[in-house]
């Protein structure tokens, strides 16, 4: 077979085109954010975000007299419950659901919203007396309350089994992110622009044949773009079979380390009769820590 280096044309010779102009790419995507509460302790690396918190819980009040606590007020009592959550497809607070039933004693008053309403402190726990962490991981939080309302004096009310949970579920994952990302605005393609030397209304591959996933270490951001490659040529055999050949060249994303070759693309193509060539885009390989492009096409005659 014979070999041509530059621009095929419909003489014999033309067997095999090394390399091959007529690459083109586009890309999409952008900056993904991570969304949601955070974790109560710094357990995870990179941090992880839940889109559900739920709350529970419930304070009883009882007559407390010099360090004593003498009769459950069984009228007076406040239940924390409910939760809040963050809709996984935009990212925003959409449902706020705590709430916690209050009954008052005499002198002891709601705290953090009205009976029946928003609010995610129960009552007694803005009152002094100190609150103890009994439970306290990544995503479960349970605290003691020790909160003493009412008027001055020897005869208090004080809350008993002030107990207060939070607890964290449905994790935020980069998944969730990407996929807000190219719902959005991250996800209209750029138009297909020829492969060059950046000049002339070309693009370098290492810029629009670039996919890349930025690995997160402590952000809840990360950049994400997805490439697609395809080829545009003229000037063939017509109504050929070629062999397409092309690199993939890769690197750690955000270094400036040399881009080293690590896979091969190897499929065909056909020109039509008038030995014009427009495949459909092919998408480059995306891996989470790197940045990838895509180079070197070859075109090859297939026998017969």
């Keep these: 077979m014979a070999t041509r280096l530059g621009a095929c044309s419909q003489d014999t010779a033309c067997e095999c085109c090394a390399p091959s102009s007529g690459l083109q790419c586009r890309t999409r995507g952008g900056t993904a954010t991570v969304c949601g509460y955070s974790e109560f302790t710094s357990a995870s690396s990179p941090p992880k975000k839940y889109r559900t918190i739920t709350f529970s819980g419930n304070t009883l009040v009882c007559t407390y007299t010099s360090g004593t606590c003498l009769t459950t007020v069984d009228s007076a009592y406040s239940t924390y419950s409910g939760g809040r959550s963050y809709d996984s497809a935009t990212c925003v607070e959409s449902s706020f659901t705590d709430r916690y039933t209050f009954a008052g004693a005499p002198g002891c008053a709601a705290t953090g919203g009205s009976a029946n309403g928003s609010g995610s402190t129960p009552h007694g726990w803005d009152a002094p007396g100190g ?97 697609e490659w395809r080829v545009s040529r003229s000037g063939l055999r017509a109504s050929t079979n070629y062999r397409v050949t092309l690199t993939y060249y890769r690197r750690l994303y955000g270094t400036s380390d040399a881009w080293v070759a690590y896979a091969t693309y190897d499929g065909t ?26 180079n070197d096409l070859i075109l090859c005659k297939m026998p017969g």
């Design 131 to 227: 609150i103890t962490d009994t439970a306290k991981t990544a995503t479960v939080w349970s605290q003691d309350g020790d909160g003493i309302c009412g008027a001055p004096g020897s005869n208090k009310k004080r809350p008993t089994g002030n107990v207060r949970t939070q607890t964290l579920t449905n994790e935020d994952t980069e998944q969730n992110a990407i996929d807000r990302l190219l719902a959005g605005g991250g996800g209209t393609w750029g138009s297909f622009t020829t492969v060059g030397d950046g000049t002339g209304g070309t693009c370098l591959a290492t810029s629009c044949c670039n996919a890349k996933y930025q690995a997160r270490t402590s952000l809840f951001t990360f950049a994400y773009q997805q490439s």
């Design 269 to 294: 193509a056909s020109s039509n009769a008038s030995g014009v060539m427009l495949t459909t885009g092919v998408a480059v390989p995306i891996t989470r820590g790197y940045e990838t492009h895509a």
